[in-house]
């Protein structure tokens, strides 16, 4: 049985998520031709990845982990651990956005629903 790890981006041990979605994809283009054949045209032969990281009722201190991490890929990569324990160097996605929901609990405290998109870089 597999054991999950706790994820880090660029050394930051980053809070469990919720749930950590990833998309296996490969770079380039397709079209379809005219005899409904669909042609591929790609980079490379290479698998990348595409990651969402879902967190869910985290507290101030978890959300400062988060954007700390999260800043230092505004215009860089850094190497991400995932949940897997698989190692990938990773940025932000065109458009790439850090989505916070802040969230009131039944005993009044504010936590924090938090969104991340991280693509694989080449």
């Given at each position: ?93 065109e458009d ?27």
């Open positions: 049985m597999a054991v999950a790890t706790i994820p880090t981006l660029g050394g930051v041990a980053l809070p469990a998520p919720k749930s950590q979605d990833y998309t296996r994809l490969y770079r380039g283009g397709s079209l379809q031709m005219a005899n409904g054949k669909i042609i591929h045209d790609l980079i490379d032969n290479t698998a990348r990845h595409a990651f969402n990281l879902r967190f869910e009722f985290i507290n101030n201190t978890q959300l400062g982990t988060i954007t700390t991490a999260w800043d230092a890929i505004k215009n860089a990569t850094a190497t991400y651990v995932s949940v897997r324990n698989t190692s990938h160097t990773v940025t932000r996605p790439g956005e850090l989505d916070v929901t802040p969230v009131v609990t039944a005993g009044g405290d504010v936590k924090y629903h938090v969104s991340m998109d991280l693509i694989e870089d080449s």
